[in-house]
């Protein structure tokens, strides 16, 4: 009933910038808590940056002064805006969220994933 859908990743080289978008659609009540994860080959499933219903956000130390998150509730849509991308950055990016349905119910829900790649 509830699906979040990812768009933006892409090969990009060291430096440069991405811009992620997150669009939750569904039997949505209310969506609490937002947040984007990376998880690289070989790795665990990483927090890069979460954001509360109302704004407050929170980065991983790896990506502070260089990603920005943001949501627009009108729009039920959550973004990442990633500069200064470093090969470390590479990853599959997940978006999730903390979704309170019509039905009162929460659950937490994430997105396929899409691959950022950031080449030397």
């Known amino acids: 009933q509830v699906q979040l859908v990812e768009s933006g990743g892409g090969l990009v080289q060291a430096g440069g910038s991405l811009r992620l978008s997150c669009a939750a659609s569904?039997?949505?009540?209310?969506?609490?808590?937002m947040g984007w994860y990376r998880q690289a080959p070989g790795k665990q499933r990483e927090l890069v940056a979460g954001i509360t219903s109302s704004g407050s956000t929170d980065y991983a130390d790896s990506v502070k002064g260089r990603f920005t998150i943001s949501r627009d509730n009108a729009k039920n849509t959550m973004y990442l805006q990633m500069n200064s991308l470093k090969p470390e950055d590479t990853a599959v990016y997940y978006c999730?969220?903390?979704?309170?349905?019509?039905?009162?119910?929460?659950?937490?829900?994430w997105g396929q994933g899409t691959q950022v790649t950031v080449s030397s």
């Open positions: 569904g039997s949505i009540f209310r969506i609490n808590g």
């Open positions: 999730n969220a903390n979704i309170l349905t019509l039905a009162r119910l929460h659950y937490d829900y």
